[in-house]
């Protein structure tokens, strides 16, 4: 029972609560007595709140049974990524420095989330200030990536513990954070779904900043409805009006069955592929082949600029602005910083004003440029990564794992990443979907009806 209630979908939870078929306390002691099994092996919390995540627990219980369900978060189990504060916790922002500081009010997305009736059930682990793609951690620890117990493989970072804890069944769901990918690199690496939103739709404030021009929050989960109710509570919609569209199955939630016949959806050129694993080609190119018998219209996408063109603008933001927000604690040699992270913030410190700025302007006209380009499609296809995960002794610190993600950030995309499958060494291969900004709903419809035909790729043997 417990292993079967863990990896159940947020969705059905919500339905089986609301049908009176199984209660918020079997779930929430389901979830804890996972984490006290398995949490010493993958290390994905950062801090457990198990008696208030049980009281919790036994008020939603209360509730459903007097008719007083909130609506359909009411009693889910997620977490969130230890920079998103929570008042009177303590939010670490993955660094040691910060390790007693007190959350001085609630993010308004963990707000939503628990106004809605979720259960927190504690806050998971990240890169240091989420500066970097692999998900390590020198002093607070690196999550153990679930799809390999025997060898420690990159979890995915920065938002790392939360991709972790999904996929392992500790939680239904979890908030993480994405400034070049850190929300789909570890869905992609740990096989399941994230959502990368659209720059300012979702508010950022009571979440430490890395870059306040491309840091953006994103729900992750084990599937694509269970991403989107996510979404529509972080977003702050009505829950009468989320109830409507689950029960008849229209808005995001009509998503597989409105199809994608019709649609037209771009893919690499062949100079874009170069450098990417061959399986994780192999999965990517079935997945075309799979779209494309669905009915949508795909065709090669001429960028007008490479993604290795975009890296430096990129870098020259995230590191001008990561500086701005974090330069004095990374300053202090005596600070117990991450050693790896350490440089890549002081990194910030040489970039002068006027390059700052140059390279904010080269996004404006990059994000035009691009728009123009994409103007006959509704999304544009990548692998999430170009390889699987990797054991953490062959990890490059100097290097990025987020050749194809930091492009949705840099040009102001929403993307959405799912699993497309597993290698032949059964590690994940992530599908991710870039639509125009504000456009989730058509990543969503992709994504969905992808997830429909192709059907899951099971979870991680613990």
């Known amino acids: 029972m417990m292993s079967e209630l863990a990896f159940r979908s947020i969705s059905d939870l919500s339905n089986n609560y609301r049908n009176g078929e199984i209660s918020p306390v079997t779930v929430i002691d389901s979830c804890l007595k996972r984490i006290e099994q398995f949490e010493p092996k993958l290390g994905a919390f950062q801090a457990l709140y198990a008696e208030d995540a049980r009281q919790a627990a036994e008020a939603a219980e209360k509730a459903y049974q007097s008719g007083h369900r909130i609506g359909p978060f009411h009693g889910i189990p997620f977490v969130l990524k230890d920079i998103i504060d ?43 200030v989420a500066m970097g793609g692999w998900g390590t951690n020198e002093h607070m620890g690196t999550p153990w990536n679930p799809w390999d117990l025997k060898i420690p493989r990159t979890p995915g970072g920065s938002s790392s513990g939360s991709g972790v804890s999904v996929a392992a069944g500790l939680a239904g769901c979890a908030v993480g954070t994405d400034t070049g990918g850190s929300v789909r ?39 694509v409805d269970d991403v989107s109710l996510m979404f529509e509570v972080m977003a702050g919609r009505h829950p009468i009006d989320t109830d409507r ?33 061959v399986e994780i080609l192999a999965l990517y190119d079935s997945a075309i082949d799979l779209l494309r018998s669905l009915g949508a219209e795909i065709s090669v996408f001429q960028m007008p600029m490479r993604f290795a063109d975009m890296q430096g603008a990129t870098g020259s933001i995230i590191y001008s602005e990561g500086y701005y927000h974090h330069g004095e604690m990374f300053e202090n040699e005596n600070s117990q910083i991450d050693p790896y992270v350490r440089p890549r913030i002081l990194g910030g410190r040489d970039i002068s004003a006027r390059d700052y700025v140059a390279a904010l302007m080269k996004r404006r006209n990059d994000q035009a440029e691009f728009l123009h380009g994409m103007r006959e499609y509704t999304a544009f296809l990548t692998p999430t990564v170009a390889y699987p995960a990797i054991p953490l002794d062959q990890v490059d610190q100097d290097s990025t794992p987020a050749h194809f993600t930091r492009a949705g950030n840099y040009l102001g995309l929403c993307g959405l990443s799912v699993p497309m499958g597993l290698t032949s060494d059964g590690l994940p291969g992530g599908l991710q979907i870039l639509a125009r900004h504000g456009d989730e709903a058509n990543a969503i419809r992709v994504g969905a009806s992808f997830e429909a035909a192709r059907g899951g790729i099971g979870h991680p043997e613990l």
């Open 245 to 277: 569209d689950l029960e008849l199955r229209q808005g995001l939630f009509g998503s597989r069955e409105a199809g994608i016949r019709g649609l037209r959806l771009g893919v690499l050129s062949e100079d874009e592929r170069e450098g990417t694993d």
């Open 86 to 128: 929570v008042e009177g916790r303590i939010t670490t922002g993955g660094s040691k420095v910060m390790s007693e500081r007190i959350s001085p009010g609630t993010a308004t997305i963990a707000r939503r989330l628990l106004a809605a009736g979720g259960i927190l059930l504690g806050k998971t682990k990240t890169v240091e």
């Open 185 to 223: 690199l570890p869905s992609a690496w740990c096989g399941i779904v994230g959502l990368k939103t659209s720059e300012g739709l979702l508010p950022t404030d009571g979440i430490i900043p890395l870059s306040h021009t491309l840091d953006t929050p994103g729900p992750m989960a084990r599937c």
